[in-house]
């Protein structure tokens, strides 16, 4: 009996050997999974998936149905080059001096720091990036100088036979230019204006320009989806889809509400796993670089400052954004966010919210329509407050109640203490973080100014305008062009 019992054991454990042995070789023998990013200019969660419900996007909305959907995802800036300078390199932009958008003296990063895919060459990854068209390069719009070339190419194409990719494709859309859905076009008299906008035909055929053209990037990021399938690499892709920061209107791009930091963000995997999955964390666009990393298998270096967003045990309870100097326009705006609160700080409050932007002035209809209002005394709060000539130094927004963040809390006594609480959160943060050139070097800022005047008049002589044309003319010319397209 008692040899019997031994033999029973020596089998049992042999058959746990060789089942260890069996599932190491798989793993051993498993292909590392592609990373695929799909990146859209100026795109704010309003799609289809997110509870819009006069655009069309059926490729998002199905890929948040294979996938995990956040509803809680930020850029850690609201306009391009930082925002792009941070989540490629997984840091903070104000950690690097990558703050300012944009400039002509451009540093090497500060060691340690590495584009990410520098690491994920290391492992053994091809790694590129393209627009749609996979021959040509996509957009990069960095404030640093990498250390080595950070692509290998610009499509997964050139890698070698099964090799796996880190592959970005970049996405024009939705910046400006719109570009109009001849398949579905908008009325604009159904679209939901936010109430700091003033209800005018003019806002309404803008947005839903803005929309058509969500609709047209929802068709160009199902062609780059189905190419997946038809090339057999969708069942080893994880998708990432997101956009570099919020929509290009009026306190949307280049400003730290919602509309300005808040993006679409959908990671699909392979095999259905976590499909249909709605996730209300808090996401940084820098927890992405570690992420993908964790999810490939490459090593996370210890400098990165963002966190594996599907990490269980380690999550983000608050979130950080900064905005700098936007070409020629200076500014300096911190914002610390929790789930419910958000905290801004305004470093120039006697400056106007509306400081003369030339990219702003030569593309943005509905800036001019509010300046011709607020010259009438035509407009009411709260969307004559972004007309005002000086803002407070402290914005803080209930954003359960205050979705819109219209109701500034600051001078409220039953918030002081919750004010205190986020002031010393944001200044502990700038104080580790925050750490960029400043003042910024008066010649680089003075170039800077020059080089906005000059393309704001170049870009308006294009078209046929004159760069000192009055505003009511200005309007005129916008109703007429919006009216031919």
């Known amino acids: 009996m008692s040899s019997f019992k031994t033999l029973h054991r020596l089998t049992f454990a042999l058959l746990i ?12 023998s498993k292909q590392s999974p592609n990373i695929l990013w799909l990146v859209s200019e100026d795109t704010s969660p309003d799609l289809g998936c997110y509870g819009d419900n006069v655009v069309k996007t059926p490729n998002l909305d199905q890929l948040a ?14 306009v391009c080059s930082p925002s792009r300078s941070a989540f490629m390199t997984g840091m903070y932009q104000t950690s690097i001096s990558a703050q300012q958008h ?41 404030n640093f100088l990498p250390n080595e070339e950070p692509f290998d190419g610009t499509d997964w194409s050139g890698r070698a036979e099964g090799q796996p990719f880190f592959q970005q494709i970049n996405f024009r859309l939705t910046h400006r230019p ?7 076009p908008i009325n604009p008299a159904e679209v939901d204006l936010p109430p700091y906008y003033p209800d005018h035909p003019i806002t309404r055929r803008d947005w839903a320009d803005y929309l058509e053209s969500l609709q047209v990037l929802d068709r160009q990021i199902g062609l780059a989806l189905q190419r997946l399938e038809d090339e057999g690499l969708a069942d080893n892709t994880i998708v990432f889809y997101f956009g570099d920061h919020g929509r ?27 499909s249909g999955t709605v996730n209300h964390r808090l996401v940084s666009l820098i927890d992405l670089a570690p992420t993908s990393m964790k999810l490939a298998g490459v090593d996370i270096p210890d400098h990165l400052q963002g966190i594996d967003i599907f990490n269980f045990w380690k999550r983000r309870r608050i979130l950080y954004a900064a905005r700098d100097r936007c070409d020629g326009t200076e500014d300096r705006i911190r914002c610390v966010r929790t789930h419910r609160y958000k905290l801004i700080h305004n470093y120039y409050p006697d400056r106007p919210y509306s400081q003369f932007n030339g990219y702003k002035k030569y593309r943005y209809p509905v800036l001019t329509l509010m300046h011709i209002l607020n010259k009438r005394d035509e407009l009411t709060e709260p969307v004559s407050r972004f007309m005002g000539t000086t803002r407070p130094e402290y914005e803080l927004y209930d954003l359960e109640q205050d979705t819109y963040e219209i109701n500034n809390l600051i001078d409220d006594p039953h918030y002081s203490r919750l004010t205190k609480r ?7 943060w700038e104080t580790k973080y925050d ?3 400043y003042p910024e070097d008066s010649l680089e800022l003075e170039q800077q100014k020059q080089l906005m005047y000059d393309k704001y008049r170049e870009r308006m002589s294009n078209q046929g305008v004159d760069p000192d044309i009055a505003d009511e003319d200005y309007l ?4 007429m062009k919006l009216s031919e397209q």
């Open 178 to 184: 719109f570009e109009r859905d001849s398949l579905n």
């Open 102 to 142: 944009r400039t002509d003296n451009k540093k090497t990063l500060p060691e340690p720091v590495r584009v990410i895919t520098h690491y994920f060459r290391q492992a053994g990854y091809y790694v590129c990036n393209s627009s749609l068209n996979p021959d040509q390069p996509g957009k990069t719009d960095w």
């Open 422 to 428: 986020l002031q010393g959160i944001l200044s502990s």
């Open 65 to 78: 149905k294979q996938g995990v959907r956040f509803t809680h995802a930020y850029a850690t800036c609201p």
């Open 435 to 437: 750490t960029g050139i």
């Open 476 to 479: 005129q010319w916008w109703e």
């Open 17 to 28: 050997v060789v089942s260890l042995g069996l599932i190491f070789l798989q793993c051993q």
């Open 248 to 274: 290009p209107h009026v306190r949307g791009k280049q400003w730290l509400y919602e509309g300005g930091i808040q993006v679409p963000l959908i990671v699909r995997f392979p095999n259905s796993r976590k």
